[in-house]
Antibody
Framework: EVQLVESGGGLVQPGRSLKLSCAASGFTFSNYGMAWVRQTPTKGLEWVAS????????YYRDSVKGRFTISRDNAKNTQYLQMDSLRSEDTATYYCARLRGHWFAYWGQGTLVTVSS | EIVLTQSPTTIAASPGEKVTITCRAS?????MYWYQQKPGASPKPWIYDTSKLASGVPNRFSGSGSGTSYSLTINTMETEDAATYYCQQWSSTPLTFGSGTKLEIK
């Protein structure tokens, strides 16, 4: 059974950093592209970043470029999202998702990130 | 950025009723993808490559469309279908989602 388990969310002050992790199991992690998607009540679902199977190619939405870094450790079956210079508008539930072509075939349960002073 | 506009925003349907949700893209896309989300849960993959049902999705659901207009149809509404449905495209970066259609039971 495919499982994606996020961790690392919490309350953080504006301008500070937070690192999310996503532990994967039930499939050959190194064979799949991975992504982070966030959701807020006002903006809905937003794709944040994606990473290729080997980690050599990464993609970001414009609003997080230069502040967020997606990475993966295939030996640990884990992907990460390093979030720096956080802003209030980054407040959201962050989902880890497994890519299948151009869509998300599996989602984690989500982790809440709140950016507030 | 391709903007996806879903309609209606909210719809209420009676059990047995036929329901159609529309997703219009601001530019042509090759495929559309759909997700179902219930309160407190993660989105679930529902329809991929415009018309293929994800694993476990009942065959009363169908998807169709091309270019800038796509739809998700439920042939006969059931109570368990009450949820919010989102469309998604990745024909061009950034990948974008529609704002969702909330389907309620009448």
């Amino acid at each position: 059974e495919v499982q994606l388990v996020e961790s690392g969310g919490g309350l953080v002050q504006p301008g500070r950093s937070l690192k999310l992790s996503c532990a994967a199991s039930g499939f050959t992690f190194s064979n799949y592209g991975m992504a982070w998607v966030r959701q807020t009540p006002t903006k809905g679902l937003e794709w944040v970043a994606s990473i290729s199977t080997g980690g050599g190619n990464t993609y970001y939405r414009d609003s997080v470029k230069g502040r967020f870094t997606i990475s993966r450790d295939n030996a640990k079956n884990t992907q990460y999202l390093q979030m720096d210079s956080l802003r209030s508008e980054d407040t959201a539930t962050y989902y880890c998702a497994r890519l299948r072509g151009h869509w998300f075939a599996y989602w984690g349960q989500g982790t809440l990130v709140t950016v507030s002073s | 950025e391709i903007v996806l506009t879903q309609s209606p925003t909210t719809i209420a349907a009676s059990p047995g009723e036929k329901v159609t949700i529309t997703c219009r893209a601001s530019s042509s896309v090759s495929y559309m993808y759909w997700y179902q989300q219930k309160p407190g849960a993660s989105p679930k993959p529902w329809i991929y490559d415009t018309s293929k049902l994800a694993s476990g999705v009942p065959n009363r659901f169908s998807g169709s469309g091309s270019g800038t207009s796509y739809s998700l149809t439920i042939n006969t509404m059931e109570t368990e279908d009450a949820a919010t449905y989102y469309c998604q495209q990745w024909s061009s970066t950034p990948l974008t989602f529609g704002s969702g259609t909330k389907l309620e039971i009448k």
